[in-house]
Structures are given as structure tokens and as C-alpha cells.
């Protein structure tokens, strides 16, 4: 009997052996795959950084990088070399009374401006901001309040149309909202200010929608989550919000102009990078052809389609290294010119009916991963024709072509209400427009997005195979 045992041990040991022996044989293939698949990329990347054009390309991207800091120094010290100081607002109030008589306008608005100029009232003081709303629809009346403004008591002036005055659901929010935390209108209070605005305008805006989801320009979701994100900026006085932040060519004020402002416009030369790859994608199949020297890559115990993918791996990272080099140059080229002022200003932005918050530079990291999907997508469409045609400057020249005419055509489509244009793969490039809603098509969801070039990206690559590996040498 304990032979028995000892043998059927011996017999299960046995098999536990042969069978990790035969796993770790099957490990150890893989792993040699893996190896001969990288040293062809590496055999890859050598021909590519050889290049002086990749040299050119590298050198392109921070000369770009430069280029954009440099216009945003230059128009920033343009607008501060512009000089406001001889502005007289006492004659700009002078001309609107003489208008309003002129056109027998509101006698109280016509008092209101003389008030100003009697009380030497210019643009910068609250006075002059609340006056303007007050009297914006034609309405207003400064008899009741002439005493708070003449002394200055914004707290008063709050208190008192909160007892004596209809007023909206936003101007009772503000005004209560001021005496609570104790918020002035001061210029000093800009930001503060600017956010309680948006909170009263928001509110007043669902008030007049009643049950309605949306007024045709405003979704009521939309605005709710506009009210959650000021009063947590306000509550939590973190003033600065990055996801307000204003493209470079938007901006008309100095202010306006900060690193984050140069550096979230630095995603629009990620379409820069994407016509360098293109480059790269539309001769690196082609050119091995054109030049002859396919042969020696096919006489190594090879499959040709582990050459192509290897070839495509390299086009797809070299595309991605040059993004890197763009987005980790941005970042003390921009500080050097503008300054590192307001680096640590977060994004915060609204997901799911919550508040959220996140680093800008991860933020930027994500808008630039998001626009690099035009660079794959176009990148291996030069891929593709590289491996049907023996004409580099062909592939190159289509794509380049293809990428800058696609979003005017898709526009085009879409304004002419042709819906079938949203499964072209131009109009689904933008993932970081799309993501946000901002679309041509209606309904157009980043799921279906990503469906759409996942399916041209695999035409284009069995296109590259069929042209690749059943080509004649």
C-alpha cells in the first residue's frame, strides 16, 4: 500500500514538473518575441533619430514653444503700454444725460448720471456699479437709497432693499448673501464679486424658467451646476479657477495674460506635432521600398507583419516623445516670459451634481492626450498609404491634405443637416470638444466618438497589412 502511494506521488510529481517545465518554456518564448519585436524597434528608432529631419522636427517643436510665449509677452506688454489715465468719465456722463434729454428720456436715469458727476463717482466705485443695474431696465428709482449712497454704506444699502424693494430671487440671494459674509461691492472684492453675480444670474434664470428643463439657451442642470461651483469657490475662497481660463488670442487685458493662459493654448500645437508624425508615418514604409532597402529587413527570419506593427510602434511613439517634448518645454519657457505667478491654481469643474478639483497641469496633461487622438488617427492613415504606395511625398501630401480640409468639410455637412457626416472620422478627432458637448451633431457622445475611430483605425491597419505583406520585393 505505501508503495502505491510513493508511486502515484512520484506519478503527480512528475506532471507538476512537466508542466511548469512546459509553462516556463512557453514564458520564455514569449519573452523572446518580445525581445526580437523591441530590438526591431529599436532598429526603428535608430533610422528615425538619424534623420536630420527628425532633428528639424524637434528643434520645430521648441521653437513653437517659444513662438507662442513669445506673442503673449508681446501682447501683454502692448496692452500695459496703452495708456486708460486720460479717461474722463465725467464727460462720458455728460453725453448720456444730453442723449437722454435729447430723446426725453427717463428723468430718474438722468438724475441718476448727474449724481455721478456731482459726486465724482467714476467706473471703479460700487456706486456706480449698483446704480447701473438698478437702472438697466428703465426702472430705477436712487430716492431711497441716496442716503446709504452719500455715505457710502454699501451694508444699508443691502438691508434696505431687502425691506422696502421687490426684488428678484437673485438680488435677494446677493444682497443677503453680502450682509452674511460680509462682501462688499469693492473693486477690491472683483473676483468675489464676478462669482456672486454668476450665482444671482443663475438664479434668477431658473426662477423665470419655472418647470421647464431649459429655456432654449440655458438647461437647468447647466445652471445648478454653475451655482455649485461659484459657492464653493466662494466658500472655500479659492477665487482662481483655471476652468474659466480664457484662450491667449481671447484675451483683451493684461491680466488676462497668465502662465496658464499660454500654457492651456499650448494644446493648439499639438496639431504642429501631429503634422511631423504624419511625416514620419507617410516615409517610413515607403521610403524602405523607393530606396531598396526593404530588402535587408526581409531577409532576417522575420514575419512581415511584425515588421509593419514594429514600424507602426515606432510612428506611434516617436509621435507621442515629440508631445512630451512640447508639453515638458512649455513649462519653463512660459514661466521664464510670464512668470510662475498662479502655477498652483487649481481646475475645478462639476461631475455628477459634485465639485471637483484637480491639478491644472494634470488637467493640461489630458487635454493634450486628448487632441493627440487627431495625431494616431492621421498618423496612421499616412501609415496606411505608406504601405500602398512607393511615393512618400504621396502619403504625406494626402494626409496633410485629408487633416486640413476634414473639420472645414464635416462643418460644412453639419450645418447642411447631413447627420450621416458624424460617422466620418473627422468629426470625432475632437474628443476634447466632444467631451464637453461642444458638437456640431446633437447627441454626439464621446462613447460613439471613440467607436467611430476605433473602426477606421482598424480599416487603416488592415489596409497597411494587405499593402505590406503581400507586396512584391
Known amino acids: 500500500m505505501a508503495e502505491f502511494h510513493f508511486t502515484l506521488f512520484t506519478a503527480e510529481r512528475t506532471r507538476s514538473l512537466r508542466t511548469y517545465s512546459s509553462s516556463l518554456q512557453e514564458e520564455r518564448k514569449g519573452a523572446y518575441r518580445l525581445a526580437r519585436f523591441f530590438r526591431l524597434v529599436k532598429n526603428e528608432y535608430i533610422k528615425v533619430f538619424k534623420k536630420l529631419s527628425t532633428k528639424i522636427m524637434i528643434v520645430l517643436i521648441i521653437i513653437c514653444a517659444l513662438g507662442l510665449s513669445g506673442i503673449a509677452l508681446f501682447a501683454k506688454h502692448n496692452m500695459e503700454s496703452n495708456n486708460y489715465s486720460s479717461y474722463d468719465a465725467t464727460g462720458d456722463y455728460q453725453q448720456n444725460i444730453d442723449w437722454l434729454k435729447d430723446t426725453n428720456g427717463d428723468p430718474n436715469e438722468i438724475a441718476m448720471w448727474q449724481y455721478l458727476i456731482d459726486n465724482d463717482i467714476d467706473s471703479d466705485d460700487w456706486r456706480y456699479d449698483v446704480l447701473s ?110 476652468a474659466n481660463q480664457m484662450s491667449l488670442f481671447e484675451t483683451s487685458e493684461p491680466e488676462q495674460i497668465t502662465f496658464w493662459t499660454v500654457f492651456l493654448t499650448s494644446t493648439s500645437l499639438v496639431t504642429v506635432v501631429a503634422l511631423l508624425a504624419i511625416v514620419i508615418a507617410g516615409g517610413i ?122 473639420s472645414t468639410v464635416t462643418q460644412l455637412l453639419g450645418q447642411l443637416g447631413q447627420d450621416w457626416a458624424r460617422f466620418l472620422v473627422f468629426a470625432n478627432t475632437d474628443l476634447a470638444s466632444i467631451s464637453k458637448g461642444y458638437s456640431i451633431f446633437a447627441q454626439h457622445s464621446l462613447t460613439f466618438a471613440v467607436g467611430v475611430l476605433i473602426a477606421h483605425m482598424v480599416v487603416f491597419l488592415l489596409t497597411a497589412w494587405d499593402g505590406f505583406t503581400k507586396r512584391s520585393v
Do not use: H
Not at 443677503?176 to 462682501?183: H, M, N, S, T, V
Not at 493640461?364 to 498609404?385: G, N, P
Not at 511625398?393 to 496633410?400: D, F, K, P, R
Open 285 to 406: 514604409v515607403s521610403s524602405e521600398f523607393s530606396q531598396g532597402t526593404v530588402k535587408f529587413l526581409l531577409i532576417n527570419p522575420v514575419k512581415r507583419w511584425k515588421i509593419l506593427m514594429a514600424k507602426y510602434f515606432t510612428v506611434i511613439t516617436v509621435g507621442y516623445i515629440m508631445l512630451c517634448i512640447l508639453f515638458v518645454v512649455m513649462i519653463p519657457i512660459t514661466g521664464l516670459m510670464l512668470g510662475f505667478d498662479g502655477f498652483s491654481t487649481p481646475y475645478i469643474y462639476v461631475s455628477g451634481g459634485e465639485v471637483k478639483e484637480m491639478p491644472t497641469l494634470l488637467y493640461a496633461a489630458e487635454q493634450y492626450l486628448m487632441k493627440s487622438v487627431e495625431m494616431v488617427v492621421m498618423s496612421t492613415l499616412a501609415f496606411a498609404i505608406s504601405s500602398l504606395v512607393r511615393s512618400t511625398a504621396l502619403a504625406i501630401g494626402v494626409s496633410v491634405f485629408t487633416m486640413c480640409i476634414g
Open 133 to 242: 443695474a438698478m437702472f438697466a431696465d428703465g426702472t430705477g428709482d436712487m430716492s431711497g437709497i441716496k442716503k446709504y449712497l452719500d455715505d457710502n454704506d454699501w451694508r444699508g444699502f443691502c438691508q434696505y432693499r431687502l425691506d422696502n424693494e421687490i426684488l428678484t430671487e437673485g438680488e435677494k440671494w446677493e444682497y443677503q448673501y453680502r450682509l452674511d459674509k460680509d462682501i462688499s461691492f469693492d473693486k477690491s472684492n472683483e473676483k468675489k464679486n464676478d462669482l456672486i453675480m454668476t450665482v444671482a444670474n443663475a438664479k434668477n434664470t431658473i426662477a423665470t424658467m419655472g418647470d421647464a428643463k431649459s429655456d432654449g439657451q440655458n438647461s437647468r442642470a447647466k445652471l445648478e451646476d454653475n451655482i455649485k461651483l461659484a459657492l464653493y469657490q466662494l466658500d472655500n475662497d479659492k477665487l482662481d479657477n483655471t
